[in-house]
């Protein structure tokens, strides 16, 4: 389980591509690596993945096909930097929303609003997904706790992001045409499959 609250940027080091499996390194902080240990899990551009290795301050991961089929993680390429949380513990504030790094695909960035320390971005995803997607709403996208400001029934939604944001991670880079990791809020989930259970 997640906050969404991003804890940064962090370089990725190493990549492997194998036949449905990619092998991936990535420099770890010396607070993220605190009492990290094998098998822990950690959120890499909101997916949920299992630490495989530590050696010295690089964490290494496998992504698997399902994985790679639904998420941005296919991208990954030595140099290119991915946001990271680790996963929650007792105790530990819970500054955006619970999350839990279970992506359901992506969705692509249509339209991107800048103003003086603003950005309005608008993503495109599955008319399908729209029914859990509500004004003022939780949603994680690329692992990051935000609330939806306007939601298109037809496919569409967009988000505001504060400086602080976008300084943590890379929605300052992302571009039209990109794709972002979409978690949906399980909740919002959780009530509509009741609503529509007693239909």
């Keep these: 389980m997640y906050s969404g609250i991003t804890r940064g940027l962090y370089e990725v080091t190493h990549v492997e591509k194998l036949p449905g499996l990619i092998i991936y390194t990535i420099r770890l902080s010396a607070e993220l690596l605190d009492n990290l240990k094998t098998g822990a ?3 890499i551009d909101g997916v949920c993945q299992t630490v495989v290795s530590i050696r010295e301050d690089g964490v290494t991961f496998n992504a698997i096909q399902e994985t ?3 998420t941005t993680l296919n991208t990954l390429h030595p140099g290119r930097k991915v946001s990271v949380e680790r996963s929650l513990r007792y105790g530990d504030e819970i500054g ?3 999350v839990a790094g279970h992506i359901i695909g992506t969705a692509k960035i249509s339209e991107i609003k800048s103003s003086e320390n603003n950005v309005r971005m608008t993503l495109r995803c599955p008319q399908e997904w729209m029914k ?3 004004p003022k709403g939780f949603i994680a996208v690329d692992g990051s706790s935000l609330t939806v ?3 298109d029934p037809m496919g569409a939604f967009t988000v505001h992001l504060i400086p602080e944001t976008l300084r943590l991670t890379n929605f300052g880079n992302k571009q039209i045409g990109d794709r972002v ?3 949906l809020d399980h909740r919002t989930q959780a009530i509509v499959a009741t609503v529509e259970g007693k239909k």
């Design 41 to 43: 899990s950690v959120s």
């Design 68 to 70: 790679l089929e639904k």
């Design 96 to 98: 955006g929303h619970e």
């Design 132 to 134: 859990y997607i509500l």
């Design 149 to 151: 400001d306007y939601a």
């Design 181 to 183: 990791n979409i978690e």
